[in-house]
Structures are given as structure tokens and as C-alpha cells.
């Protein structure tokens, strides 16, 4: 009898300068993370039309923040994309919606298991969507105070507090 072989796709990001701008290297995320590479990753913060905030709890199996709530979804830059079409890939991979999200800002984030760019998104997304079980164990909608308070009293992933909290910095400067 032979043996079963698994076949586990590596995502490859580009690696950035302290600028943001492309070197022309390609690394595994892995590498990335491990060597503390600067890459870019995107994000969205997703709403509904009452202004509700999605959050989401991530999948235990996931091998990055497993069962950690998340404010953002989102992933990884892959070669060639921009911050835009990664984001709307995610949304489409995570929560089976095609939106178009709309870029905010991007910052250096250094709050997660290594520094990377992260490109802030928003989007209205609608009440229905199909979650990927792989990715997401549970989610829901929260107003901002309920968000707020969530946010002390659960288990979010480093990047949901810095992103969160400079979206609404970024939202108030934009009011």
C-alpha cells in the first residue's frame, strides 16, 4: 500500500520595502513571517447597510490565530495583485460575497506574528453570507459600542485592535 500524499499549496507573497514598494522578491508567507519580511497584506472591514460591523471567529484548524475573533477579513497579497484584488478575493474566499472594497489607508503594522503593510478596506456587505466553515467557526453583526466593548472582553487577533482602531481614527479625521 502506498502512502497518502498531501498536497499543501504554499502562498507566495512579494516582498516591500519600509515604503511599500515591490522589490521583485518573491517569498513563501512562511518565509515571511519567520524572517520578519515586510509583505503586504489586505484587509476589509465589512458592514452592513445599518451600519453593523462584522466580526467572525476564526476556524480552530487555521494554523495563524486559530479561534481568535477578527474584526477585518482578509489575507495576504498574492504576486501581481493589488491591494484592492486581494481584498475582494478574501471576501469572496471567506464569505462568499463579490463587493468591490474600497481602499481607506495602508500602514506599517508591526502588531501581528511579524511586520507587514497592511492595506485597510470598508465595504457594505450584505446580510446574507455563506462563510467558509475551513475559515471562519462563527460570525455576526455588532454596533460600534457593542464592537467596542467586545473588544476588551474577547480574544481578537493583534490585528483587529490596530486596524479597528485606526479605522476609526481614519473615519473621525474623515467626518
Known sequence: ???????????????????????????????????????????????????????????????RFPGLYEVVVGGAVDVGESYEQAAARELAEELGIRVLPRLLFTFLNRSGLSPHWLGVHEAVVPDAVTADPAEVAWHGR??????????????????????????????????
Request: some cysteine; hydrophobic content about 40%.
Open 142 to 175: 455588532l454596533t460600534e459600542p457593542e464592537l467596542r466593548s467586545a473588544l476588551l472582553d474577547w480574544h481578537f487577533t493583534p490585528d483587529s485592535h490596530e486596524a479597528f482602531s485606526r479605522y476609526l481614527a481614519f473615519r473621525t479625521a474623515q467626518s
Open 1 to 63: 500500500m502506498g502512502s497518502a500524499r498531501v498536497c499543501v499549496v504554499e502562498e507566495l507573497v512579494e516582498r516591500v520595502d519600509d515604503r511599500d514598494r515591490v522589490l521583485g522578491v518573491v517569498v513563501s508567507r512562511r518565509q515571511a513571517i519567520r524572517e520578519g519580511l515586510l509583505h503586504r497584506v489586505a484587509v476589509t472591514v465589512c458592514r452592513d447597510e445599518r451600519g453593523r460591523i462584522l466580526v467572525h471567529r476564526r476556524a480552530e484548524q487555521l494554523s
